[in-house]
Structure formats: C-alpha cells, structure tokens
C-alpha cells in the first residue's frame, strides 16, 4: 500500500509539473508602434547563394494589448547584396510567435541583375528558430532559421523551389514610448 500510495505521490507530483508550464509571451508596458534597430548583418542562404543587407526599418508594427503570444511587423531591409550584386528586397511582412517561431504573411522578393528570388508564404510557415533576450527595455531577437522555401528565375540564378534556405540576423524590437519584454 505504501508503494501505491508513494507512486500515485510522484505521478501527480509530476503531472502537475508538466501542465503548470506556462507558454512564452511578449510584455508590454503600454500599446504603440514598435521600433526595430539591425544589430548585425541580415544573412540569407539558399541554393542561388548569398544576400546580405546591413540595414532594415520597420514599415509597420504594433502593439496591441499588454500581454500577446504573436507580434507582427512589416520590415524593409536596406544595404542588400545579392550574389555580389547590389539588390532590392520587397517588404517582408511577417509574424513572430513566443516561442521562437515565425511566418511569412505575404509573398517577399529579393531582386538583382538577372536574378529575381521569391519566398511564397506556403513553405514558410512557422519557421524556426527564433530565440529572445530581455536588452535595456527592448528585446533582441536573435534569427537563425531554416528550412526556407525560395525560387529563383531569371539568367543569374534559376533554380527550382526548394526549401533549404537559412537566414541569420540580431535585432532590437522595442516600443516608440514604452517597454517591451518576452517572459
């Protein structure tokens, strides 16, 4: 009986340990449009080769209640290269989750001289791994994520749809009046 009495102890000790767990959100100590700062260099990999761009502003992103799991932005990246080639990419609109994922909300293009790559929002849902640190009132998030899906057309670089495209990058994202946290 004490044997039954000890693991019936420990299963409910341990179930409860488990469903206690409470997910990722992002804190926020008033609504308001948020800011983005570039930390490092944007980098992306697939099979054409590499685009980097040096610099990015934040088209759109808001803050719409205190304590939300999903945070949307809308990014333009500037200083890009691709291939060697000085390049345009078109707003990246995207959604970011807690827990470290993101999603590409509509169609992103990168475009260069004989070259013109296309990142389609099927393919690139709920891409991994985002990671986030509390810095100074702001959060940096930290991009290394894989299994991008791109197509590329044109003379420089036509390749067919493949999903093992990468991007690398560290940014800020705080709020214009205010601070922004993820616990």
């Not at 008033?30 to 260099?41: F, M, S």
């Not at 299994?147 to 800020?172: H, P």
């Not at 994202?173 to 601070?179: E, N, P, W």
Request: glycine letters at 8%; aromatic letters at 6%; a positive charge.
């Amino acid at each position: 009986m004490k044997r039954t009495t000890l693991f019936s102890l420990l299963l409910l000790t341990l179930t409860m340990s488990t469903t206690s767990a409470s997910a990722h959100e992002f804190i926020a100590s008033t609504t308001g449009k948020t800011t983005v700062k570039v930390l490092t260099t944007s980098v992306f990999t697939n099979a054409a080769g590499k685009a980097e761009c040096t610099g990015a502003s934040l088209l759109a992103g808001e803050v719409k209640t205190l304590k939300a799991t999903l945070l949307t932005s809308t990014i333009q990246f500037t200083g890009c290269k691709a291939f060697g080639l000085a390049a345009t990419v078109s707003p990246v609109n995207v959604l970011s989750t807690a827990e470290g994922s993101v999603s590409l909300l509509k169609t992103a293009t990168v475009k260069t001289t004989g070259c013109l790559v296309t990142f389609p929002t099927t393919g690139n849902q709920n891409l991994n791994t985002i990671k986030y640190k509390n810095t100074n009132k702001q959060i940096e998030k930290v991009a290394n994520v894989t299994a991008i899906t791109s197509e590329g057309t044109g003379t420089v670089c036509t390749y067919a749809k493949e999903s093992k495209g990468t991007f690398t990058g560290d940014a800020l994202v705080g709020l214009i009046s205010g601070t922004l946290e993820w616990k």
